[in-house]
Structures are given as structure tokens and as C-alpha cells.
């Protein structure tokens, strides 16, 4: 037997409840259908109960109709390896040198350990996901940055066939960022720069990148200059002031060049704060730092929609 003081411990009411359900429609409705690009990093993906809360939330979406496509990196895990090995640990203008030996172990850790944990951890909930890089299917083509950096690659483009493939078969990708070069080799390319230019190629509606922080700060070290709200012009005053710090600079040039490509949004959002994707995403207000194209519903006009999907805009 229980009671109903205990099934509502928080004191939140059945009414307050199916309130906050009802809200997210118009949210859910204007999302169903449509692909969203992922990228996931940062101690929301090394701290096992937060990666499991995002993994719960992305099939959440999954199972409202969205269609997740999740890029990850792993530089933590790639130092740590590469530590242990003996080879140095070297980066340049933000990007870490990768020689060919070191170019093997990124390819053991990201395409390996990284993405097989974050499978599995999808995979609680049903076989549902597939881990893939950018080899399989030739889908992430690169050539290499700049000698200086070895075997860190500048992509060429991204063949987006193989993973539509497993979207229309109701897989959730996940995405390795190793790229086939275009000498044969392999190539290391930037979690963020594949997380905008997948978004572009596979006509995303969203592309959301997780952080430690809470969005895209004016003034770092003033937590009131939190940007809620920006859009593209406003993206490329921001990139080319010089104020952003270091870290954000990749994701807002990735966030960019994704609505350039037609994205509709992107997102900038702190992973360690619980359920962020799905407050982000289902609520009003959101949590954390939107840029928008000049007009978001008339971007992306190749998106495709499922069947259902399709039946909701048809009275708009």
C-alpha cells in the first residue's frame, strides 16, 4: 500500500503536473519530425549520473518523434591516454597536435572507449543506438589542417547518406569524430566543428552543444552579461570583438556556420544542470544561450518530416 503523500514527496500536485505536460506541446509539436544535432562534452559526459540523465533525455525526444543525432568528443580521455603512453601533449591555437602516433590513440579512445560507453548507456533503454565514426560510410571526409598539427583534419565535406539510413530506421547515431583523410589516413577533426557542419549536411532543424557553463558570457568573469538571446549578425560582432573566451570561440563558429547552412537554431547550454536538453528544448524561457538565423521558420526548407509530422503542419 501506498499513500499519496509519498507518490508526490516534493509536494507537487497532479494538477501541477499535467500543467507542465500540457505546456511542452506546442514545443513537442514544433520539434516532432525533425533531426537535431547533439554535441555532447564536458563533465556531463565523464559524470556517470549526469551522462545518464542526458542519455534518458535524448530518448525522451527520441520517443516524441525526434530524430537525435549526438556528436561527442573526448580530449580528457584522449590526454589522459596519451599520458600514459609517454607521447606529449601539445596544443596550438586550441587544437591539439596529433601525430601519427598519437593519431592512433585518438582513434582507440573516441571510436572505442568513448562512443561504445555512450551506446551502452543509450542502449539501457532499448536498442536504440549505433555507434558510428567518421570512416563508416565515408561520412566525414578531411584533409589535414596544417603540418604544424599533424594529423588534425579540415573537412572537405560530409556524406550524410549512411546516417539518414539509420535515422529512418530509428536508430539514434553517435558519432565519433574521426574523419577519413583524403591520403588514406585518419584524421582528428574538432567535436564542435563536425557537430556544425553535420547540422548543415543532414538539414537539422536544432544543433545544441553541451558545456560546463551556462551559455556565451559578454563578460566571463561577469556572471550578469549572460547572453540569453543572440542573433547571427550579433554571432559574428561577438566572434570577431575578441571578448568571447577561448573555449566558446570553436562552438560559436561551429553554431554559425550551421545557420548559415540552413539550421534553424543553436544552443549553447550547460549539461551539468539536470535536464537541461528538455528545458531547452520543451519550455519557454529555456537555460541557456539561443542564436537564431534571421528567420527561423523559413529556414530549412528540405527538412524532411515524418508522415505524422507532416499531419501537424497542415492546418499552419
Not at 540569453?228 to 561551429?254: C, N, V, W
Request: proline share 3%; net charge negative.
Amino acid at each position: 500500500m501506498k499513500f499519496s503523500k509519498d507518490t508526490r514527496p516534493n509536494g507537487v500536485t497532479d494538477k501541477a503536473t499535467a500543467q507542465m505536460l500540457a505546456e511542452a506541446l506546442p514545443w513537442i509539436k514544433s520539434i516532432t519530425g525533425k533531426t537535431i544535432v547533439i554535441k555532447y562534452g564536458g563533465a556531463a559526459m565523464v559524470d556517470p549520473k549526469l551522462r545518464a540523465d542526458v542519455m534518458a533525455d535524448i530518448v525522451l525526444l527520441k520517443t516524441v518523434g525526434v530524430n537525435p543525432i549526438i556528436v561527442h568528443g573526448g580530449g580528457k580521455d584522449i590526454s589522459k591516454a596519451m599520458d600514459d603512453a609517454g607521447i606529449p601533449v601539445e596544443f596550438k591555437d586550441g587544437q591539439r597536435v596529433t601525430t601519427d602516433e598519437g593519431m592512433d590513440i585518438v582513434r582507440t579512445i573516441l571510436a572505442g572507449k568513448v562512443n561504445q560507453e555512450l551506446v551502452r548507456a543509450l542502449n539501457e533503454h532499448g536498442n536504440i543506438a549505433v555507434g558510428v565514426n567518421g570512416v563508416d560510410g565515408g561520412t566525414i571526409i578531411a584533409e589535414p589542417a596544417s603540418p604544424e598539427l599533424g594529423r588534425v583534419g579540415k573537412i572537405k565535406r560530409i556524406n550524410g547518406s549512411f546516417l539518414q539510413d539509420l535515422i529512418d530506421a530509428d536508430y539514434i547515431p553517435v558519432i565519433a569524430t574521426v574523419a577519413i583523410g583524403n591520403d588514406g589516413g585518419y584524421c582528428n577533426v574538432n567535436a564542435d566543428v563536425v557537430a556544425g557542419e553535420l547540422a548543415a549536411a543532414m538539414n537539422a532543424a536544432k544543433i545544441l552543444f553541451l558545456t560546463d557553463v551556462d551559455g556565451l558570457y559578454l563578460d566571463f568573469s561577469d556572471k550578469s552579461t549572460l547572453i540569453s538571446q543572440l542573433e547571427l549578425d550579433e554571432a559574428h560582432e561577438l566572434i570577431d570583438s575578441g571578448t568571447l573566451s577561448s573555449g566558446m570561440i570553436p562552438k560559436l563558429r561551429s553554431a554559425v556556420r550551421a545557420l548559415e547552412g540552413g539550421v534553424g537554431s543553436a544552443y549553447i547550454i550547460n549539461g551539468t544542470i539536470p535536464h537541461s536538453i528538455l528545458l531547452e528544448m520543451l519550455t519557454l524561457t529555456g537555460v541557456g544561450t539561443a542564436v537564431y538565423a534571421e528567420d527561423e521558420d523559413a529556414s530549412n526548407p528540405h527538412a524532411t518530416l515524418g508522415n505524422f509530422a507532416s499531419k501537424l503542419l497542415e492546418n499552419k
